[in-house]
């Protein structure tokens, strides 16, 4: 009942929310001249080459890689590390030993990899590795490499590695591997040997246990050599489309014919931090100009029962992009693919895979989700193993903002189930603070519902306490000021406090490093000298400035808003229409605060605190007062 109350005043968050997506300007944005904030940023260089020859019988596969490694620190570096992913998937490997004692095991994993016999395995070897020529030390653990240089690398300098390795695609057990439920052949993800990221922090050779990643920025030469049946979608533009086919010559052009069962398949991916592609003998191929400029590509099996969706979801995938465009920053490359594959969504370079056999809403959910990571987890790299609420969070944020959009959904709160999440979390005792890394916290649900759900009210949240077109100038200034980096949770908290004029690191410390909760709640509501006095008192530790909706007797609203003290600044009134009163600071230190409004408290038909519902208060119920 109190709920409808705040609805029938008409101050739901659906008045809100259309200023995530729409009251904003999409160009000429002033700020984009601004620098970035560091100005002793740096990141490591890769330029990869590979050639690579797979057996699609047998799915092992050989290669050879020239790494042409830049070292961009400071730093003198005496050792290197190398990601070797597809090794997690043996019995014994920490992926799978953690799988087997979580609690909450994802239910993909499990223990299938313990039961994978020789044949089903996945392994990644190196056999020989050089720098400029000469032989090197190396080390394989698990799903590291760990490499001793001959000579050290210095500052500013590139040296080339020159590495020879063969693999075996797992059995499909997750993301990667071949034969996946859907019956896709071949899932191709973090299959080849791959450089760890060396930043400011260090080295980020993190064993791999099944979950988030970070790399290192480079252009990628790569070939692919496969039975000719076979058709391949991923990252990276295709260099020979007349010998190829498949779907990728433009109209009008001929195929050459090529002699042999196989084909090579040569791409160049420019400024990437991965090479992901999917292939298999059913492909259908199809293919869409949009008009900025970028094809969008999709990869489906020729299967009567996922043609009319895979179809329809070609127009949807173009409005995503149109929006992902115009609400964070155009888009970089001129393809992205949508592969099925993998085992339900996952975000690569330039192209996604997911499964296929969905229901549309289904279909067109996971693809504008894995889209939207092109924007948040690709071209800003953020680390996702360390920050993963800043990719999985700021995703989740503008995906729902684009399936509300694109599908006609017109929630009131596009952010209504991430709220719900992280309230349930918060008030459950199992929270980790974000600052945990993806890989170490004791449960997986309580990981999913921090990166995901706390994530995305971070951004949501941020939109009450700077206001909306704040976070959406916000999220832009930050696109354009970080793209082709690795920027880290400061980097976000420093653009919207440059955006919005307020300080804000008091958000930042209490929402991603600690598990302080927010509570506020109405103490009482008093007449004196008829006139009403509201105390509110606020509970919980976390800090916030508060909005208040007083409804009167005669069906008016008036709103009341207490900026917190040491954010120095003030939102602009969010409620179109509403007369707004702006009150003296509430100093968070202070347990309790009143105001007195100028009239009898009979006048009075209800007050709330947060009328949006945009604040992630853990107890709603003390946020009301209603006359009785
Ligand atoms: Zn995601």
């Known amino acids: 009942m109190k709920r409808t109350f705040i609805t029938a005043i008409g101050l ?33 260089h890769v330029d990869y080459k590979m050639n690579v020859d797979m057996d699609v019988k047998d799915y092992k596969y050989t290669g050879t890689q020239e790494l ?13 590390f190398y990601h070797l992913f597809f090794n997690a998937f043996q019995p014994g490997s920490e992926m799978d030993v953690r799988s087997r004692t979580i609690q909450d095991p994802d239910r993909r994993v499990e223990d299938r990899i313990s039961k994978l016999s020789p044949s089903e395995i996945g392994y990644l070897k190196v056999s020989s590795l050089k720098q400029d020529g000469t032989a ?24 080339k590695f020159d590495m020879e390795f063969n693999g075996q695609v797992p059995q499909q057990i997750r993301r990667s591997g071949r034969n996946n439920a859907e019956g896709v052949a071949l899932s191709m993800t973090q299959w080849y040997p791959k450089m760890a990221e060396y930043d400011f922090e ?6 791999y246990i099944g979950r988030e990643f970070q790399g290192v920025w480079g252009d990628f030469d790569v070939k692919l050599t496969l039975d000719k049946e076979y058709v391949v979608g991923g990252t990276g533009y295709l260099q020979n489309p007349e010998e190829v086919g498949h779907g990728y010559l433009p109209e009008g052009t001929k195929q050459k014919k090529v002699k042999g069962k196989t084909l090579t398949w040569h791409f160049v991916a420019p400024m990437v931090h991965d090479f992901a592609w999917g292939a298999d003998p059913e492909f259908i191929h199809d293919t869409l100009e949009t008009p900025s400029g970028t094809t969008l590509h999709f990869f489906y099996k020729d299967k009567e ?37 993998g085992d339900g969504g996952m975000e690569y370079a330039m192209c996604t895979l997911i499964t296929g056999e969905r ?9 504008a989700h894995e889209f939207a990571h092109s924007w948040f987890q690709h071209v800003l790299a953020s680390n996702e193993s360390k920050n993963e609420w800043m990719d999985e969070g700021f995703t989740s944020f503008i995906s729902d903002l684009c399936m509300n959009q694109i599908m006609g959904e017109n929630k009131p709160n596009p952010f209504e189930g991430a709220y719900r999440g992280y309230i349930a979390l918060a008030n459950s005792g199992f929270e980790q603070p974000q600052t945990t890394h993806a890989d170490r916290y004791n449960y997986n649900r309580s990981y999913s519902i921090s990166a995901y759900s706390k994530g995305e009210v971070f951004l949501a949240q941020l939109g009450y306490v700077i206001g909306q077109d704040n976070v959406m100038k916000t999220l832009r ?8 980096k690795h920027p880290t949770p400061n980097d976000i908290m420093r653009t919207a406090e440059k955006v919005s004029g307020m300080q804000l690191d008091w ?43 007083v409804l009167y007797k005669d069906g008016s609203a008036k709103y009341f808003y207490a900026p917190l003290r040491m954010m120095h600044g003030e939102k602009a009134n969010p409620f179109d229409g509403v007369e707004r009163t702006v009150l003296p600071d509430w100093p968070w230190a202070f347990p309790t605060y009143s105001f007195t409004i100028d009239t009898p408290k009979s006048e009075i038909v209800g007050i709330a605190v947060d009328p949006s519902g945009l604040m992630a208060d853990v107890n709603r119920e003390n946020n009301e007062y209603q006359a009785e």
């Open 305 to 341: 029962e996922i043609k009319e969706n895979w179809k329809k979801l070609q127009p949807k995938t173009a409005e995503m992009l149109a929006f992902y465009n115009k609400n964070v920053g155009k888009y970089p490359y001129k393809q992205y693919s949508v592969i099925q594959g």
């Open 507 to 549: 958000y930042l410390t209490d929402w991603t490093k600690t598990t302080n909760t927010i509570d506020y709640g109405i103490k009482s509501v008093t007449e004196e000298d008829g006139k009403t006095k509201i105390e509110m008192e606020r509970i919980g530790l976390m800090p916030m400035p508060i909005d208040v909706m």
């Open 477 to 484: 200034k930050y696109y354009n000021d970080f793209k082709f």
């Open 68 to 80: 042409k490694y830049t070292n961009n620190s400071p730093d003198t570096l005496k050792t290197v």
């Open 202 to 207: 260090g080295w980020h050779a993190d064993p």
């Open 359 to 367: 229901k549309f809403g289904s279909l067109v959910g996971v693809t």
């Open 12 to 44: 739901s968050v659906a008045m809100l929310s259309q200023a995530f997506a729409v009251t904003t300007p999409t160009n000429g944005n002033p700020l984009e001249t601004i620098q970035p904030n560091s100005t002793t940023y740096w990141q490591q």
């Open 136 to 159: 090197i030390e190396y080390n394989e653990e698990g799903t590291i490499l760990e490499v001793t240089l001959n000579k050290p690398i210095l500052p500013g300098q590139t040296v």
